[in-house]
């Protein structure tokens, strides 16, 4: 069984700030790890994805992600948050074989303050 | 690329009507296809996989009877609200995923309000 955890479901940051949203990962199985981000009522978009290759992932607009497997994390951060960053972000998790099917987390919202 | 488009966008329905919601891959072939919903502030369930071809798959606690999927072709999914009631109303989102990749793309999701 897989689970994702994300601690914070509100995170406020000054604009130009660090981002940092928090993943914990539970699965017995090598992971595929995902963010999406989600503006309101709108559908997902893909902002980054780790499946096995290098840890430190780099995504669209100037988000990354490094898998720690020895901390069974998968941290989001951006060095300098802007204006329209403010959203709800979704930390995902799959596996190999498991017919891609995401387990999602509970989602953090991502309010930027100027 | 990777587009995947849903329609309608918002839909408005009385008690008691069916409602079909449509999922389309733009630029590729789906040969899996998802559908989820939101409740508001929440995050996504998924409610059954669907392969082109083939019955959909439900996840436990979901009426198959209720919620009609169909995946005729690879490059649309249709899922059928059979008469809807209040507490059906949510954010439906489907996603597609390709035979050559392990990421899922989302649509833009539909509304459903039910009266």
């Known amino acids: 069984a897989q689970s994702v955890t994300q601690l914070g479901s509100h995170v406020s940051v000054s604009e130009g700030a660090l981002v940092l949203l928090r993943c914990n990962y539970s699965s017995s199985v090598p992971p595929y790890l995902f963010w999406y981000v989600q503006y309101p009522n709108q559908g997902l978009q893909l902002l980054l994805k780790?499946?096995?290759?290098?840890?430190l992932v780099k995504g669209i607009n100037g988000f990354e992600a490094e898998f720690k497997k020895s901390e069974t994390s998968f941290h989001l951060t951006k060095p300098s948050a802007h204006m329209s960053d403010a959203a709800e972000y979704f930390c995902?998790?799959?596996?190999?074989?498991?017919?891609?099917?995401?387990?999602f987390g509970t989602g953090t919202q991502l309010k930027v303050e100027l | 690329g990777a587009v995947v488009s849903q329609h309608p966008s918002r839909v408005i329905c009385k008690s008691g009507t069916s409602v079909k919601i449509e999922c389309r891959s733009l630029d590729f072939q789906a040969t899996t296809m998802f559908w989820y919903r939101q409740f508001p502030k929440q995050s996504l369930m998924l409610m059954a996989t669907?392969?082109?071809?083939?019955?959909?798959?439900?996840e436990q606690g979901v009426e198959k009877d209720k919620f009609l999927i169909n995946h005729a072709s690879l490059t649309l999914s249709t899922l059928t609200v059979t008469s809807a009631h209040p507490e059906d109303s949510s954010f439906y989102i489907c996603?597609?995923?390709?035979?050559?990749?392990?990421?899922?793309?989302f649509g833009p999701g539909t509304r459903l309000t039910v009266l």
């Open positions: 996603s597609a995923r390709g035979a050559a990749t392990d990421t899922q793309y």
């Open positions: 669907s392969n082109e071809g083939s019955k959909a798959t439900y």
């Open positions: 995902a998790v799959s596996y190999r074989g498991g017919g891609n099917k995401l387990t």
């Open positions: 780790y499946t096995s290759a290098a840890t």
